[in-house]
């Protein structure tokens, strides 16, 4: 191949945007003459190292919006420490089955029992799977729906908020909601319902959830629509930060406390 045509592959690949190949186009070229490959396997060199490039910065791209608190996959989880959890059946989960089949996860349990951690690496393995995700709390979420209502631009945060393929609600239950923030988040569920997946952690059981939407009947209708066909996952197992601070302390945690 003489220079004219380099130079002008190489601004096709730029026009197009391909700059991966433009990047790669000349080693790639080498490698197929001294090995004699055909034009096909030429090719298929070529465009692989684009689309392994796209794919891993859509990647990035979907974790970053996704914005999780902490980056915490899977191997970073002690299943030692949750024995009460069915690691196939989560395992199965990351597969991405509940999003195909459009259930929502509910993972109850006290506090610093890994439901964050869990709902994250749900999160992580969607974004490697393509799945645009949000995390937000509960707090958080309720908050903008709040702000966006006041200044008239609520059926559009409802919208972007449909639109996500997985939403992660974290902590649900930690702070109550007004009426106004109840109705609203109602609102955002509602949507999604039997449409979007959605995972919820919480500290309540479903009997107190009165507490965080004060409304009996609105109550009722949410729990209808975000327990059918959801999988729940009851985390009943010691918290891990009590258990690192008992390991820390020699077991004497609360001794001297009054």
């Known amino acids: 191949m003489n220079a004219a045509m380099t130079a002008m592959l190489q601004e096709n690949f730029r026009f197009l945007k391909l700059s991966t190949m433009m990047k790669n186009f000349e080693h790639i070229l080498r ?37 999780f608190p902490l980056h915490k996959p899977f191997d ?11 690691a196939r059946f989560i395992n199965d989960l990351a597969g991405g089955s509940y999003i195909k089949q459009n259930k929502n996860i ?13 709902a994250t690496a749900l999160g992580i393995e969607a974004c490697d799977q393509g ?58 569920l509602a949507e999604r319902h039997e449409r979007k997946p959605v995972i919820i952690t919480t500290n309540k059981g479903f009997g107190d959830w ?13 729990l209808d629509r975000v327990t059918h066909r959801a999988h729940v996952i009851n985390c009943l197992w010691q918290s891990y930060r009590l258990s690192e601070t008992l390991k820390n302390s020699g077991g004497s945690y609360g001794k001297n406390r009054i």
Do not use: W
């Open 76 to 86: 970073t989880f002690d299943f030692d420490a949750a024995p009460d959890l069915d």
């Open 31 to 67: 490698q197929a003459l001294e090995n004699k490959l055909g034009y096909d396997e030429f090719l298929l060199n070529l465009t692989q190292a684009e689309v392994q490039v796209r794919k891993e910065n859509g990647r990035k791209r979907r974790i970053r919006e996704a914005s």
């Open 106 to 118: 509910i993972l109850l349990g006290k506090s610093g029992t890994g439901k964050t951690h869990l």
């Open 131 to 188: 799945i645009r995700t949000k995390f937000i709390t509960g707090c958080g979420l309720v908050n903008e729906l709040t702000e966006a209502r006041d200044e008239k631009r609520l059926r559009q945060l409802i919208k972007k908020y449909f639109n996500y393929g997985l939403l992660i609600i974290d902590e649900l239950g930690y702070v109550p909601f007004s009426k106004e923030g109840a109705q609203l988040l109602f609102q955002v």
């Open 210 to 222: 009165t507490q965080i939407f004060g409304d009996p009947s609105l109550t009722a209708a949410l």
